[in-house]
T-cell receptor, first 110, second 116 residues
Framework: NAGVTQTPKFRVLKTGQSMTLLCAQDMNHEYMYWYRQDPGMGLRLIHYSVGEGTTAKGEVPDGYNVSRLKKQNFLLGLESAAPSQTSVYFC?????????FGQGTRLTVV | AQKITQTQPGMFVQEKEAVTLDCTYDTSDQSYGLFWYKQPSSGEMIFLIYQGSYDEQNATEGRYSLNFQKARKSANLVISASQLGDSAMYFCAMREGETGANNLFFGTGTRLTVIP
């Protein structure tokens, strides 16, 4: 049972490049979340989804887009990366109780 | 306004002693859930304990207990008999509403260091 899997684990982007982070969960959870973690700021919610085909904005959505075409997958896109998006990104899923987290993606934008 | 406030950026505790990590929350919902997570230096997020707003008893999980004071809107984590492996970042979180459909808000965390 893999739980929540994030791809890739590490990535370096140049300013202006685009990329997609993939999150996959095998627990049949309805709810999925994307967070970013920055030093001293805890985890801040970027976008979330309450089910297949639905997404909603969190606290810091600017510069990111998401899609949930399949229940098990939640994609986070950066259309034009900026140095301010250098961070560790966590995906999580939930059935309504505690959230289960992926191992994180360390993204550096130079 | 911050949904979750953790006022202790860092805490130290002697091995085998107990320690309390503070968490206050802000919500107007009647139904909500409170969580504590541990993040060791390896980076993964580990769920520790959960308290529902309607739960009358404080939650306990092994050496972890949650001191829930609803009127004060506080949900402090108590770790008893600290071990060296407890050294980590600890995050308090809150989910508002009946389901996980609403945002899951996190605090800024407390870094706990256990001293041998």
């Amino acid at each position: 049972n893999a739980g929540v899997t994030q791809t890739p684990k590490f990535r370096v982007l140049k300013t202006g490049q685009s990329m997609t982070l993939l999150c996959a969960q095998d627990m049949n959870h309805e709810y999925m979340y994307w967070y970013r973690q920055d030093p001293g700021m805890g985890l801040r919610l970027i976008h979330y989804s309450v089910g297949e085909g639905t997404t909603a904005k969190g606290e810091v959505p600017d510069g990111y887009n998401v899609s949930r075409l399949k229940k098990q997958n939640f994609l986070l896109g950066l259309e034009s990366a900026a140095p301010s998006q250098t961070s560790v990104y966590f995906c999580a899923s939930s059935y309504g109780g505690e959230a289960f987290f992926g191992q994180g993606t360390r993204l550096t934008v130079v | 306004a911050q949904k979750i406030t953790q006022t202790q950026p860092g805490m130290f505790v002697q091995e085998k002693e107990a320690v309390t990590l503070d968490c206050t929350y802000d919500t107007s919902d009647q139904s909500y859930g409170l969580f504590w997570y541990k993040q060791p230096s390896s980076g993964e997020m580990i769920f520790l304990i959960y308290q529902g707003s309607y739960d009358e008893q404080n939650a306990t999980e092994g050496r972890y207990s949650l001191n829930f004071q609803k009127a004060r809107k506080s949900a402090n984590l108590v770790i008893s008999a600290s071990q060296l492996g407890d050294s980590a970042m600890y995050f308090c979180a809150m989910r508002e509403g009946e389901t996980g459909a609403n945002n899951l808000f996190f605090g800024t965390g407390t870094r706990l260091t256990v001293i041998p």
